[in-house]
């Protein structure tokens, strides 16, 4: 039925590099251009991590030069995915904070695995950072304003039957049913023609999407001055050591 699958592997924790940005990119624009290709299930192939979200070492210590760059390979995922003209569905086989969460908001429908370790949620503020208005858009669009902008301040990350709850994710199934739920669930979305589905999609999407087009270089500037701060600097340096003494 045309069902492509992009499983991401940048192990250990699909931490989304801007290699990894770059190549997400050319695969799901290959896609776009094949017209043998109406749906795409996003998933990985970490065990128990579906992305760790931004790499941080992309953050941190770099010249304002990488930040920008990096900055842009962001957004450009971002629209791409929010925008796709395919049927995009997550299959969520694991752990999903920040900008790993945020990927499978940009897709149309998520299948979580039910494993009470596969938090997921935009937890920025827990790395003293901020989810830009492009991140929180995307969220209030998912899951309502009064849920995000308690999930947001708090940098919440839900489990699965949380997620479920507040209609973060669609579908909580056992873990070894996520390909084959997402595979039906696709079979669903691929009935619908193609053209009407698109269109709807793109009414309800444009709007949050043109926002960011509009001002996508002012955005690139705020990320820079807020990036190069020195607090934020030396709360991204704590964060990351944090995570690497844990093995200690
Ligand atoms: C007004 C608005 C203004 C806005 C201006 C812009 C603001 C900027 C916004 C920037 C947005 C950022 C969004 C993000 O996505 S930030 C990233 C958030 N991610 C996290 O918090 C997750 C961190 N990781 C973990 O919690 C855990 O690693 C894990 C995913 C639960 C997995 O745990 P596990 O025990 O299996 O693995 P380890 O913790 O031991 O990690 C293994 C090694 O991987 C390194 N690591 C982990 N996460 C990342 C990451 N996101 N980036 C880079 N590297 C990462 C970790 O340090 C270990 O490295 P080591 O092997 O060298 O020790």
Redesign the pocket.
């Known amino acids: 039925m045309g069902v492509a699958v992009i499983k991401l592997k940048n192990p ?2 699909n ?2 590099s801007l290699e990894v940005l770059t190549e997400f990119v050319i695969s799901l624009e290959k896609l776009e251009n094949d017209k043998t290709f109406r749906g795409v299930i996003v998933t990985s192939d970490c065990p ?2 579906f992305s ?8 941190c210590g770099k010249s304002q030069a990488h930040y920008a760059e990096y900055w842009r390979a ?1 957004q450009e995922l971002w629209l791409r995915l929010y925008l796709s003209n395919l049927v995009l569905i997550a299959a969520i086989n694991g ?1 999903s ?4 969460c ?1 990927m499978s908001l940009t897709c149309d429908y998520r299948v979580l695995a039910d494993n009470p370790k596969y938090n997921m949620g ?3 503020t ?2 003293g ?5 492009w ?1 929180k858009d995307t969220l209030v669009n998912t899951v309502g304003h009064r849920t995000a902008e308690r999930a947001l301040q708090l940098g919440l990350l839900f489990p699965p039957a949380e997620a479920l709850r507040v209609g973060m994710v669609d579908q909580v199934v056992p873990e070894d049913q996520v390909h084959s739920t997402a595979l039906s669930v696709m079979a669903q979305w691929l009935a619908v023609p193609d053209h009407a589905r698109q269109l709807t999609k793109n009414l309800m999407r444009k709007p949050t999407a043109d926002r960011l087009v509009k001002q996508r270089d002012a955005d690139i500037q ?2 820079l001055r ?2 190069s701060r020195d607090s ?1 600097q030396k709360s991204l340096r704590v ?2 050591d944090k ?2 003494q ?2 200690g």
């Open positions: 250990p924790v931490s989304l128990g991590i760790a979200g931004l790499d941080l070492t992309e953050m962001v752990v904070p920040a900008g790993g945020l935009l937890n920025e827990l790395l950072i901020v989810a830009p208005s991140f705020y990320f807020f990036i934020i964060y990351l995570l690497r844990k093995k």
